[in-house]
T-cell receptor, first 109, second 115 residues
Framework: EDKVVQSPLSLVVHEGDTVTLNCSYE??????LLWYKQEKKAPTFLFML??SGIEKKSGRLSSILDKKELFSILNITATQTGDSAVYLC?????????WGAGTKLIIKP | DAGVIQSPRHEVTEMGQEVTLRCKPI?????LFWYRQTMMRGLELLIY????????DSGMPEDRFSAKMPNASFSTLKIQPSEPRDSAVYFC?????????????FGEGSRLTVL
């Protein structure tokens, strides 16, 4: 059965810290891995990763995929209170998105 | 661009009542998805439409749930009769890629509480 596991489930850090969120997967036919950020309402798209070792970057956020070890990490540097959210990882397997449970990140001022 | 528009934002109803949730996808997007999100089960895909045609409804929990997309700019998700275990946030999402995956644009959700 396809599965996506995110860790940690929750994380509390102070503003300015760097955080690393993890997403591991076991799926039958990997096509891509996606990261979304969910604040109080709708998930919003962050990155889509298809190739190993190629970092995607957007401001203070970056992500990389390891298709050999079957995981991805999402890094956030110099965290701000606005980064507080649930970060969702999803893997496209056979054109179906398998969602992780999310990591709840809280940034304390 | 107004984004994906859902209504109502909040719905509180009693067990046994019919509930209808509505969605207007982003203009030009040809794929539409209905998701349900709960603390226990996370995000679950209920049904996926492509070009107004239901492609995969394997996630629809049971016959009490039905979804329609009469045209490219409107979709409904209906629950009849509703039960307390249907309480969740229901998201509609659309995509321009004509596939099930890639970047999805989510609406703000309809929070349903069934008493």
């Amino acid at each position: 059965e396809d599965k996506v596991v995110q860790s940690p489930l929750s994380l509390v850090v102070h503003e300015g810290d760097t955080v690393t969120l993890n997403c591991s997967y076991e799926v039958t036919n990997f096509r891509s891995l996606l990261w979304y950020k969910q604040e109080k309402k709708a998930p919003t798209f962050l990155f889509m990763l298809t190739s190993s070792g190629i970092e995607k970057k957007s401001g203070r956020l970056s992500s990389i995929l390891d298709k050999k070890e079957l995981f991805s990490i999402l890094n956030i540097t110099a965290t701000q209170t606005g980064d507080s959210a649930v970060y969702l990882c999803a893997v496209d397997s056979n054109y179906q998105l398998i969602w992780g449970a999310g990591t709840k990140l809280i940034i304390k001022p | 661009d107004a984004g994906v528009i859902q209504s109502p934002r909040h719905e509180v109803t009693e067990m046994g009542q019919e509930v209808t949730l509505r969605c207007k996808p982003i203009s030009g997007h040809n794929s539409l998805f209905w998701y349900r999100q709960t603390m226990m089960r996370g995000l679950e895909l209920l049904i996926y439409f492509n070009n107004n045609v239901p492609i995969d409804d394997s996630g629809m929990p049971e016959d009490r749930f039905s979804a329609k997309m009469p045209n490219a700019s409107f979709s409904t998700l209906k629950i009849q009769p509703s039960e307390p275990r249907d309480s969740a946030v229901y998201f509609c999402a659309s995509s321009s890629e004509g596939m099930r995956t890639g970047e999805l644009f989510f609406g703000e959700g309809s929070r349903l509480t069934v008493l």
